[in-house]
């Protein structure tokens, strides 16, 4: 018999079912409004995740069809979809402009609970784009002239030199959005919202929509 990993757990026992049975005893899902339900789950996510409650796992494609993934922090999402920013010379930033769809997976470990979505990618406004940059960190926004993000590195020096330097010509003015850094917007097609129950039997609930005007229709998965 082949031993298990060592430091990967092994499968819950029926002792610790029994202790996580109350916290999952939810109520079933009645909601219609995927984009609705996404808010309250964040809401609580934001009230109990310890870090980062906007993070998200971000899939995208190369021109090989070779899956990328990446966690980037989400930063506006309503019904028009689900924004985050980036390097548009990154890898993520090249692959989305070749092939502009994608996937996301939100996982909020405390809460026991994921919410998957993908759909059509479009790139935000540069008004947009402009009013998140100087919102951002000073240092943060020069950091956005400075890196090459996904290219090769010399050494850490040699970035540290870039951020002096940028930090050397913009002095204390004002630092502008760079033009090769932007927003995309994920349109999502479909939701997958993911609750923990015990015994591996849990609830999924899935939105699908033909297009952005088409009215979403709801379906059960087996867990």
């Given amino acids: ?19 996580t049975a109350d916290a999952n005893a939810v109520e079933i899902f009645t909601e219609t409004d995927p984009v609705a339900l996404f808010a309250d789950w964040l809401a609580d996510a934001r009230r109990k995740e310890p870090n980062d409650a906007n993070a998200v796992a971000l899939a995208t494609a190369d021109a090989d069809g070779l899956p990328d993934v990446r966690m980037v922090l989400l930063k506006d999402a309503d019904a028009a979809g689900f924004v985050f920013y980036t390097n548009l010379e990154s890898a993520k930033g090249m692959q989305l402009a070749a092939n502009p769809k994608a996937a996301m997976c939100f996982h909020w470990k405390s809460l026991r609970r994921q919410v ?11 008004e947009e784009a402009d009013t998140y940059f100087a919102s951002r960190a000073r240092d943060s926004r020069i950091g956005a002239w400075a890196s090459a993000q996904s290219r090769s590195l010399e050494s850490r020096f040699a970035l540290e030199k870039a951020v002096a330097r940028e930090a050397a010509r913009f002095g204390l003015g004002e630092v502008p959005r760079p033009p090769h850094w932007s927003g995309f917007r994920l349109v999502p097609q479909s939701f997958e919202f993911w609750r923990d129950r ?3 039997l849990h609830d999924r609930l899935v939105f699908r929509r033909e297009s952005p005007a088409s009215p979403w229709q709801t379906d059960r998965l087996y867990p």
């Fill in 1 to 19: 018999m082949k031993k298990a990993t060592p430091d990967i757990p092994p499968s819950p026992s029926e002792a610790d079912y029994a202790q």
């Fill in 198 to 200: 015990p015994f591996r």
């Fill in 116 to 126: 998957r979505l993908r759909g059509a990618i479009e790139p935000v406004s540069a």
